[in-house]
């Protein structure tokens, strides 16, 4: 696994991913969406990867926005291909993704950089950390899911709110409303992200999968039917027959 603008190191199951642009403060051009969409095709038939950690390089910023440079010039139409592609290679792809994927938000996130945080399952935030949605500011609006994701995690209202005025949160504020689960010093940032995978990968990573499945269609009308058939589907498999063994064995499962 080697990339042009992403750091990949794996250990203990734990893929760390740090978005590596520092001197344009990790934003988002093609080059890093392409790196990333990459990775994460290449992560999921990786049995070395049972959880994953995005962070950004550098002290100052997690991603600062996307790279207004690569499409200033741009038309509708490649506006809505610019959109389109970002959310079907990279947004969406890390949502969806079977293994769980942590933010670890150093920094500013802005723009792109908030929507690929809001897109990991969780976020944990260091308390220099600053978020927003400031796209207004440019005449343009979140394309890359911030404006179904923000309501999702912030409630409607709030996310109203931020996207007009297009305010900042702080790491503090952003707990307080849910945008991030928890802030801690930015030198204890990545320690307890790995903190939180470690635990994680002791349990099973199929039901995980399923589990991830079936959070991200709560809000799907067929909600309650993915999770009847995922859990279903979990009592003809090997990870739930060495759980309820391990259980009535009064020891620790034992997870392939």
């Known amino acids: 696994m080697s990339y042009e603008?992403?750091?990949?190191?794996?250990?203990?199951?734990?893929?760390?991913?740090t978005l590596n642009r520092p001197q344009a403060l990790n934003a988002l051009n093609k080059g890093l969406l392409d790196d990333l969409s990459a990775f994460f095709d290449e992560a999921k038939t990786?049995?070395?990867?049972?959880?994953?950690i995005l962070t950004g390089a550098g002290e100052k910023?997690?991603?600062?926005?996307?790279?207004?440079?690569?499409?200033?010039?741009?038309?509708?139409?490649?506006?809505?291909?610019?959109?389109?592609?970002?959310?079907?290679?990279?947004?969406?792809?890390?949502?969806?993704?079977?293994?769980?994927?942590i933010?670890?938000?150093?920094?500013?996130?802005?723009g792109g950089g908030l929507e690929l945080a809001m897109a990991a399952h969780f976020r944990i935030a260091s308390t220099n950390?600053?978020?927003?949605?400031?796209?207004?500011?440019?005449?343009?609006?979140?394309?890359?899911?911030?404006?179904?994701?923000?309501?999702?995690?912030?409630?409607?209202?709030?996310?109203?709110?931020?996207?007009?005025?297009?305010d900042m949160f702080t790491a503090e504020k952003a707990e307080q409303i849910g945008l991030v689960n928890e802030v801690?010093?930015?030198?204890?940032?990545?320690?307890?992200?790995?903190?939180i995978a470690g635990k994680i990968t002791r349990n099973s990573s199929i039901?995980?999968?399923?589990?991830?499945?079936?959070?991200?269609?709560?809000d799907k009308e067929n909600g309650f039917?993915?999770?009847?058939?995922?859990?279903?589907?979990?009592?003809?498999?090997?990870?739930?027959k060495e759980g309820t063994t391990a259980f009535v064995e009064k020891r620790k499962p034992n997870f392939k």
């Not at 603008?5 to 991913?17: D, F, K, M, Q, S």
């Not at 933010?103 to 802005?110: E, R």
């Not at 039917?225 to 739930?240: H, K, P, Q």
């Open 129 to 166: 950390a600053k978020l927003g949605l400031p796209e207004v500011t440019l005449g343009l609006i979140p394309g890359y899911g911030g404006t179904q994701r923000l309501p999702k995690l912030i409630g409607k209202g709030r996310a109203m709110q931020a996207i007009m005025t297009a």
């Open 225 to 240: 039917a993915i999770e009847i058939e995922s859990f279903g589907n979990l009592f003809e498999e090997e990870d739930f």
């Open 46 to 52: 990786n049995d070395d990867i049972r959880v994953v």
């Open 184 to 195: 801690v010093e930015q030198v204890d940032l990545l320690n307890r992200a790995k903190e």
């Open 61 to 101: 910023s997690f991603v600062a926005g996307a790279d207004i440079k690569e499409f200033a010039s741009f038309n509708a139409e490649e506006g809505q291909q610019l959109a389109g592609k970002g959310q079907e290679r990279v947004f969406n792809k890390v949502e969806n993704f079977s293994k769980p994927v």
């Open 5 to 17: 603008n992403l750091i990949v190191e794996i250990e203990n199951r734990i893929a760390v991913v």
């Open 207 to 218: 039901a995980i999968a399923q589990a991830i499945n079936a959070i991200n269609a709560s």
């Open 103 to 110: 933010a670890a938000v150093n920094g500013f996130a802005l």
